[in-house]
């Protein structure tokens, strides 16, 4: 008996998701990615991450811009949080798991999460690590996982849909991290 083969994404396309297979809230994300190719996106994103925390010290991830807001460590750390809270929503749904998944609030997960004493280099490390697993595992998916669709957080959502909001927020904050956290330092 011969091994199935791995199906590879990359011998379909994976077209972006259309709205209603994700929240209207999650437009805000999506529409923040260019393009179609959303495995080459994320790969992309994970050197211009790098690229920007490169150099960076202790006093760049401790850094605040303001005293109520999260410190630059803990806005990577809630990054990596939530890829693998979103990469394990898209396992699931792509596996055609049909159990609603729960939300979670992302301020109690940075609160109770090690970020703000772990060094920097352990969180960018992680973030490595996390965006390496979430391309493994997208990578393997047939084409029906795609689109296949389930529930998280009350919301019908697709896989792919998943995968352009993990794109999209990752984007959104290293936009932050740029201009509000880097800039001039």
Not at 107 to 134: H, M, N, Q
Not at 168 to 179: A, D, K, T, V
Request: hydrophobic fraction near 40%.
């Amino acid at each position: 008996m011969s091994e199935p083969a791995v199906v590879n994404a990359a011998t379909f396309t994976i077209e972006r998701p259309e709205p209603g297979e994700y929240a209207p809230y999650y437009d805000r994300y999506i529409s923040l990615i260019a393009g179609t190719d959303i495995l080459e996106t994320l790969d992309a994103q994970r050197r211009q991450t790098m690229l920007l925390l490169s150099g960076r010290d202790e006093s760049d991830g401790d850094f605040r811009y303001a005293p109520d807001k999260w410190n630059a460590k803990e806005v990577l750390g809630h990054v990596c949080d939530t890829e693998r809270i979103f990469a394990y929503r898209a396992l699931r749904i792509a596996r055609g798991d049909q159990t609603p998944l729960s939300g979670f609030e992302q301020d109690d997960y940075v609160k109770s999460g090690p970020f703000a004493r772990a060094p920097l280099s352990e969180i960018i490390e992680d973030y490595i690590a996390v965006r390496r697993a979430t391309l493994t595992l997208l990578r393997n998916l047939d084409e029906a996982a795609w689109v296949r669709r389930g529930v998280a957080n009350k919301n019908d959502v697709s896989v792919r849909a998943l995968a352009y909001i993990i794109a999209g927020h990752e984007l959104h904050h290293r936009g932050i991290l740029e201009e509000k956290y880097f800039a001039g330092r």
